[in-house]
């Protein structure tokens, strides 16, 4: 129930107390959902948190793909600094550039975009993420089994925080190659996962709070045939054991959304019904500013119920 994760989020608030120091028995965890650019709307909602002060009073957050990158910069305290990146035209449209497919190149380059932009364009805190008491959880598909993973132990430094970051965003074809942690292969985590709610619940979650980038009106949709046909021969050769997981992500995504559903202390957060639809590849400036402020202020309508004396602005 969302008054139950409220409450719990009223308390700690009241009591200020910090992650492995709590009492309240509970494991409040922050669920981010991935889809490229549709990240723009999560990444606008993690606005909404930071300028809320609310990032403490989660135990643990775990991120999909996107979800992953919005976490990372919520983490290290720079989610409103770094929004102007969803819609700089130098960085979109080099992170994304559809006309590399004609070279047989990635038409997202996640390589680029962590280890360039998120070391010299737009830093990224990362020592900030390895040191902060709010535990990561970013999650990946295993290339040879399809089942979600939880790359939390698997990060030590710097590098290896680059390195989970790549494999949770290394989309299936359009990005590339998959990327090896600890020598394993792991595809992006929105096959397996796109909203990391299985897992969480398997590491003992009590209260939950979702970020979602797709409306209560929007349903993954499958594949067609010649996307089958494609997309069933770049499994083969590169990760044959996600190919039934992509088959199947209509009845998976059904599942997470019964999970959340039905579990007893979740609030879930989405873009409002007549926002637009963003897809994968979006680029446009002016759709994706207008996604992180969308995102930005249906998060705040929701947590600013939590002190609704106290919290009354979140700036813009």
């Given at each position: 129930?969302?008054?139950?994760?409220?409450?719990?989020?009223?308390?700690?608030?009241?009591e200020?107390?910090?992650?492995?120091?709590?009492?309240?028995?509970?494991?409040?965890?922050?669920?981010?959902?991935?889809?490229?650019?549709?990240?723009?709307?999560?990444?606008?909602?993690?606005?909404?948190?930071?300028?809320?002060?609310l990032?403490?009073l989660f135990?643990?957050?775990?991120?999909?793909?996107?979800?992953?990158?919005?976490?990372a910069?919520?983490?290290?305290?720079?989610?409103?600094?770094?929004?102007?990146?969803?819609?700089?035209?130098?960085?979109?449209r080099?992170?994304?550039?559809?006309?590399?497919?004609?070279?047989?190149?990635?038409?997202?380059?996640?390589?680029?975009?962590?280890?360039?932009?998120?070391?010299?364009?737009?830093?990224?805190?990362?020592?900030?993420?390895?040191?902060?008491?709010?535990?990561?959880?970013?999650?990946?598909?295993?290339?040879?089994?399809?089942?979600?993973?939880?790359?939390?132990?698997?990060?030590?430094?710097?590098?290896?925080?680059?390195?989970?970051?790549?494999?949770?965003?290394?989309?299936?074809?359009?990005?590339?190659?998959?990327?090896?942690?600890?020598?394993?292969?792991?595809?992006?985590?929105?096959?397996?996962?796109?909203?990391?709610?299985?897992?969480?619940?398997?590491?003992?979650?009590?209260?939950?709070?979702?970020?979602?980038?797709?409306r209560?009106?929007?349903?993954?949709?499958a594949?067609?045939?010649?996307?089958?046909?494609?997309?069933?021969?770049?499994?083969?050769?590169?990760a044959?054991?996600?190919?039934?997981?992509?088959?199947r992500?209509?009845?998976?995504?059904?599942?997470?959304?019964?999970?959340?559903?039905?579990?007893?202390?979740?609030?879930?957060?989405?873009?409002?019904?007549?926002?637009?639809?963003?897809?994968?590849?979006e680029?446009?400036?002016?759709?994706?500013?207008?996604?992180?402020?969308?995102?930005?202020?249906?998060?705040?309508?929701?947590?600013?119920?939590?002190?609704?004396?106290?919290?009354?602005?979140?700036?813009?």
């Amino acid at each position: 129930m969302t008054a139950t994760v409220l409450q719990l989020l009223r308390n700690r608030k009241q009591e200020s107390s910090l992650p492995g120091r709590r009492n309240d028995g509970a494991r409040l965890v922050l669920l981010i959902e991935g889809g490229s650019s549709r990240g723009a709307y999560s990444s606008g909602m993690t606005i909404a948190i930071e300028q809320l002060g609310l990032l403490p009073l989660f135990d643990a957050v775990y991120g999909s793909s996107m979800g992953a990158l919005n976490a990372a910069w919520l983490l290290c305290g720079r989610a409103e600094s770094s929004k102007h990146a969803w819609w700089d035209p130098i960085i979109m449209r080099t992170t994304i550039n559809p006309t590399r497919a004609l070279r047989r190149q990635p038409i997202v380059d996640t390589q680029f975009l962590i280890h360039t932009v998120y070391t010299e364009i737009l830093p990224l805190g990362f020592q900030e993420i390895l040191d902060s008491p709010v535990e990561f959880h970013p999650i990946a598909t295993d290339a040879l089994t399809g089942q979600p993973v939880d790359l939390h132990q698997q990060i030590h430094d710097r590098s290896s925080l680059q390195a989970a970051l790549r494999a949770s965003t290394a989309m299936p074809l359009l990005a590339g190659e998959p990327v090896e942690v600890d020598g394993r292969l792991f595809v992006d985590a929105g096959l397996s996962e796109a909203v990391p709610v299985r897992t969480a619940l398997a590491q003992q979650a009590t209260h939950v709070v979702a970020l979602r980038t797709r409306r209560t009106d929007e349903i993954a949709s499958a594949p067609s045939r010649a996307e089958r046909l494609l997309m069933s021969r770049w499994f083969a050769r590169r990760a044959p054991g996600a190919t039934e997981t992509w088959l199947r992500r209509e009845p998976m995504r059904a599942e997470e959304e019964q999970l959340l559903a039905s579990h007893p202390a979740t609030l879930q957060i989405r873009p409002p019904l007549g926002s637009a639809k963003i897809g994968r590849t979006e680029r446009r400036p002016h759709l994706l500013r207008a996604a992180v402020e969308t995102g930005r202020q249906a998060a705040f309508d929701e947590l600013s119920r939590l002190e609704s004396a106290s919290i009354a602005y979140a700036p813009r």
